[in-house]
């Protein structure tokens, strides 16, 4: 085989599992939720804020060693960054996905399993309680209710307004929520919640497919044995990869 033959072939075989519209690396802005003095819900031993800072930063090695992809962080530390600066760093960047990273918590102990959200309504009291306790957020900072036009986090009212928005990705976001289940269903062996819907101010200004992941329940002691685990974190950052992978390699808008 001659070197130009070798070159075609090697050039044909990119382009059979991306889209011809990857030209350029593609951009992943990943955002590890709360942080600093927002630790997010908490375990018994672990604090929300702690692993999904772990499991982004894994995700962000496993991005950087393939060539395919540039990942970009929203925090590296545990600091505090407010929703709607995540949002501006993925839009500012002209991202090309936004991947926010949580724990998820329940009063029942018992409850277990990843679910993976895009911007909507909450069709469901479960999903208006995840959404109403990451908002909650927002409290944390100065001056929100200028910031995020007098929303209250609190009021069940207030989420209203979030069925009357179209995300203009919406459908893209989904159809990536849909890999990112059925990817740590593959990698984790655990059980999926499903694809959801619900009002997210860390997804509501986002101009790009945007999806936030609730990797596990932080308040099921299995589950959080689980989530703070060094294997664990790697089989979940394992279950991104694969997912934005795959989601690149179906070539579909």
């Given at each position: 085989?001659?070197?130009?033959?070798?070159?075609?072939?090697?050039?044909?075989?990119?382009?059979?599992?991306?889209?011809?519209?990857?030209?350029?690396?593609?951009?992943?802005?990943?955002?590890?939720?709360?942080?600093?003095?927002?630790?997010?819900?908490?375990?018994?031993?672990?604090?929300?804020?702690?692993?999904?800072?772990?499991?982004?930063?894994?995700?962000?090695?496993?991005?950087?060693?393939?060539?395919?992809?540039?990942?970009?962080?929203?925090?590296?530390?545990?600091?505090?960054?407010e929703l709607i600066r995540r949002a501006d760093t993925a839009n500012k960047l002209h991202a090309d996905f936004f991947l926010s990273i949580h724990c998820n918590a329940n009063p029942k102990r018992e409850v277990a399993g990843s679910e993976t959200y895009a911007l909507g309504e909450h069709k469901t009291k479960d999903n208006l309680a995840v959404?109403?306790?990451?908002?909650?957020?927002?409290?944390?900072?100065?001056?929100?209710?200028?910031?995020?036009?007098?929303?209250?986090?609190?009021?069940?009212?207030?989420?209203?307004?979030?069925?009357?928005?179209?995300?203009?990705?919406?459908?893209?976001?989904?159809?990536?929520?849909?890999?990112?289940?059925?990817?740590?269903?593959?990698?984790t062996k655990r059980q999926s919640r499903g694809v959801r819907q619900a009002g997210f101010l860390v997804l509501w200004r986002t101009s790009m497919p945007a999806v936030l992941c609730e990797i596990g329940f932080i308040t099921n002691p299995e589950e959080e044995k689980y989530l703070g685990s060094e294997s664990g974190q790697e089989h979940i950052a394992q279950a991104l990869y694969q997912a934005l992978r795959q989601y690149v390699a179906a070539g579909q808008d």
């Open positions: 085989m001659s070197k130009c033959t070798g070159l075609l072939l090697l050039v044909a075989a990119c382009f059979s599992t991306t889209s011809f519209r990857w030209m350029k690396p593609i951009l992943v802005v990943i955002d590890p939720g709360h942080g600093g003095k927002d630790p997010g819900a908490s375990g018994k031993v672990f604090k929300e804020k702690d692993i999904v800072l772990s499991v982004s930063l894994k995700l962000a090695e496993l991005l950087k060693k393939d060539p395919l992809f540039r990942p970009v962080l929203t925090r590296d530390t545990d600091t505090f960054v959404v109403m306790r990451e908002n909650s957020a927002i409290l944390l900072e100065e001056g929100y209710q200028r910031t995020y036009e007098g929303f209250d986090p609190n009021s069940e009212e207030a989420y209203i307004i979030f069925s009357l928005m179209q995300h203009a990705y919406l459908k893209q976001s989904l159809r990536l929520a849909r890999k990112i289940e059925d990817a740590l269903v593959d990698k």
